[in-house]
C-alpha cells in the first residue's frame, strides 16, 4: 500500500539559510499534520491543513510557513533557520472529516543546521 | 505541562518477557488512544489504538488495557522479541485534532 512520502529525506543547510521539506500524503487522503521531533524527543505539532486550509497551528515559529495545495502534497517553508531547528520533521496524514483518526506518518527529513 | 505522561522512560527485559508501558492523561475531550512504535530514523509507526468505549484491545502480541475513569491506558507486549526494541510513543487526541504525545519509553529486549 502506498505510504506517506517525504521528500528530501536529509538536508544540510547554514544558519540563517532557508529550506523546503515537501510532503505527499497517501492517496486520498485529505488532511495533512507537520511535526518536529528533536533529537531523544517526542514528536511536537507544528501545523495541519484540511483541503488546502490550516486547520490547526502548534508550535510552529513564526520564521516557518506551511501551505497545502490543490493535490494535497504539503510543503513547510523554514527560513532564517537556527541551530536549535536541526531535528526530524514528520508528516501525517488522514481523512478529516471520515472520523478516521489514524494518522499515518512518513519516513521523516532529517534537518541539520550548521 | 505535557497533556499525556508515559512512564517508564526506559525499559529492559528478557525475550519472552511482558513489558507494561503506561500513559496517563488529564483532557478528558480525548476520544482516541494510540500508540505508536519508532526505530531509529524511521517514521513513528502505529501499533494499535483503542477508544474509551472498550476496556482492553488486543491485536497480535499488543493489548491495551484502558480505565477510563482513572484516566490512565497502558500497552502490554506479549512474548516480546528482540526486534521489539524501539521507542514506543502513546499519544491522544479527540477527532482530528493533532495527536498529544508522551515522553516516550525507550524498550530493549535482550536475549
Known amino acids: 500500500a502506498a505510504g506517506v512520502i517525504q521528500s528530501p529525506r536529509h538536508l544540510i543547510k547554514e544558519k540563517r539559510e532557508t529550506a523546503t521539506l515537501k510532503c505527499y500524503p497517501i492517496p486520498r487522503h485529505d488532511t495533512v499534520y507537520w511535526y518536529q521531533q528533536g533529537p531523544g524527543q517526542d514528536p511536537q505539532f507544528l501545523i495541519s491543513?484540511?483541503?488546502?486550509?490550516?486547520?490547526d497551528k502548534g508550535s510552529i515559529p513564526d520564521r516557518f510557513s506551511a501551505q497545502q495545495f490543490s493535490d494535497y502534497h504539503s510543503e513547510l517553508n523554514m527560513s532564517s533557520l537556527e541551530l536549535g531547528d536541526s531535528a526530524l520533521y514528520f508528516c501525517a496524514s488522514n481523512l478529516g472529516e471520515s472520523g478516521a483518526d489514524t494518522q499515518y506518518f512518513g519516513p521523516g527529513t532529517r534537518l541539520t543546521v550548521l | 505541562q505535557q497533556q499525556v505522561k508515559q512512564s517508564p522512560q526506559s525499559l529492559i527485559v528478557q525475550k519472552g518477557g511482558i513489558p507494561i508501558i503506561n500513559c496517563a492523561y488529564e483532557n478528558t475531550a480525548f476520544d482516541y488512544f494510540p500508540w505508536y512504535q519508532q526505530f531509529p530514523g524511521k517514521g513513528p509507526a502505529l501499533l494499535i489504538a483503542?477508544?474509551?468505549?472498550?476496556s482492553e484491545k488486543k491485536e497480535g502480541r499488543f493489548t491495551i488495557s484502558f480505565n477510563k475513569s482513572a484516566k490512565q491506558f497502558s500497552l502490554h507486549i506479549m512474548d516480546s522479541q528482540p526486534g521489539d526494541s524501539a521507542t514506543y510513543f502513546c499519544?491522544?487526541?479527540?477527532?482530528?485534532?493533532?495527536?498529544?504525545f508522551g515522553k516516550g519509553t525507550r524498550l530493549s529486549v535482550i536475549a
Open positions: 499519544a491522544a487526541s479527540s477527532r482530528n485534532t493533532p495527536l498529544v
Open positions: 483503542i477508544r474509551p468505549d472498550v
Open positions: 491543513f484540511y483541503e488546502k486550509m490550516q486547520s
